[in-house]
């Protein structure tokens, strides 16, 4: 896993630095501090992943992912921001985002969400995911009746927990069957929705109005 940290505090990318270094895995091959350096090292690197600051001098980090995604497609990007504002949140999702966390997560959870991005997920920070749902509840994001696309019960359940930023493994557990069951599913979505990755698909799912019955039981 080879990672692009994009951040404008020195410090704190050392902090991230030290934090990834206990994962043999995980490799860090450029640090950017500002968004215009993140595309043009992106574009130069060519990443697995990229940890995105938001607010950041020259190019914002919205925009940066904008320009990545334009250029180097495959790279997965992952906002780590202290931004908890709504508009943040959605610009960098619209932009092209694959997940959001805030700065206040612990070094084996920063870890833990690396790992998940590389695997497909989509990492999203608790409080960032009940404000994506609290939007989709209100009906600001997305409108399109679920039955316009060809998506079997238990997929659409799979989906609406995915959204909710559960793992493929707690959304085995929730749903009472194997993780493989839960892949399996997921690719069935994506193959359907013709989707290259699970993060498209909650993004699709958020936009199209996919996701309209949210179930508020804990995990």
Known sequence: MRVLLADDHTMFRKGVQAALSGAPEITIVAEAADGQEAVELAVRHRPDLVLMDINMPVMN????TRWIKQRVPETRIVMLTVSDTDRDLFEAIKAGADGYLLKNLGPEELVAAVRAAAAGEAP?????AAKMLKEFR???VGTAPAEAHPLTPRELE????ASQGLTYKEIAARL?????TVKNHMRHIMEKLHLRNRSEAIRFAF???L??????RNP
Not at 61 to 64: I, T
Not at 158 to 161: D, E, F, G, I
Not at 176 to 180: G, H, L, W
């Open 207 to 209: 936009r199209e109005g």
């Open 211 to 216: 996701v309209s019955e949210v179930d508020d």
């Open 158 to 161: 799979v989906l609406q927990l």
């Open 138 to 140: 209100e009906g600001r």
């Open 124 to 128: 999203i920070s608790p409080l960032m």
């Open 61 to 64: 980090g919205v925009a940066a």
């Open 176 to 180: 009472y069957v194997a993780e493989s």
